[in-house]
């Protein structure tokens, strides 16, 4: 294989590393912004089937309340403040406390930025490797191109070699006056010239 050939095959050998480099990037940086995209997905989706159920469980909630309160009036109209109405009191302020949990998930579900803030190192870090991924790419093709305009220095020092001035001199292995050929040989015998 000559020099020629060999250089061409690390040429194509680069870019063929920083075309699978940029591919095998793009794949992971895409995979984790598709994941970013699901998870963020699926908090809305799980957000929108909660808000029924919690609609509904408010409105039971305040029907419990309004007939609990009915019932406390009624104990008061006809004993005062006995056990019975200290008893529905209590199971009022339980009550109160239950639609006040009730009513905090529903603002919850209606307000989901701190949830989807958790999908947001997805994106960052998936655009982070698709970034980076190009960057290495581009600089593996650039160094390609960069080292494909460069001449190859021994092609250079045989070109520098050759085009020398010739200036005759003798050799030490056959004593014959000479001028020495592109490889600093004797032209007779073969010899190296110093």
């Not at 690390?10 to 995209?37: F, H, N, P, W, Y």
């Not at 609990?68 to 009022?92: C, M, P, T, V, W």
């Not at 003798?170 to 032209?187: H, I, W």
């Amino acid at each position: 294989m000559n020099e020629q050939s060999l250089d061409k095959k690390k040429k194509t050998v680069t870019k063929k590393r920083a075309v699978i480099t940029m591919i095998v990037g793009l794949i992971i940086g895409l995979a984790l912004i598709t994941a970013g995209i699901i998870r963020t997905n699926a908090i809305e989706r799980n957000a929108a089937a909660d808000k029924p159920v919690l609609a509904a469980e408010l409105a039971a909630l305040a029907d419990q309340e309004f007939d609990l309160e009915k019932q406390q009036r009624d104990s008061f109209l006809e004993n005062g403040f006995s056990d019975e109405y200290y008893e529905i009191a209590r199971q009022l302020e339980q009550i109160g406390e239950e639609i006040r949990d009730v009513k905090s998930q529903l603002r919850n579900t209606e307000n989901l930025t701190f949830e989807k803030s958790k999908s947001i190192p997805f994106f960052v870090f998936g655009g982070f490797i698709i970034f980076l991924t190009i960057l290495g790419s581009l600089s593996a093709f650039a160094a390609a191109k960069v080292r494909s305009a460069m001449p190859d220095p021994l092609e250079t020092m045989k070109q520098a070699r050759a085009d020398a001035p010739k200036v005759a001199r003798t050799c030490p292995k056959c004593g014959a006056t000479t001028l020495p050929d592109a490889n600093g040989r004797c032209e007779y015998c073969g010899g190296a010239i110093q």
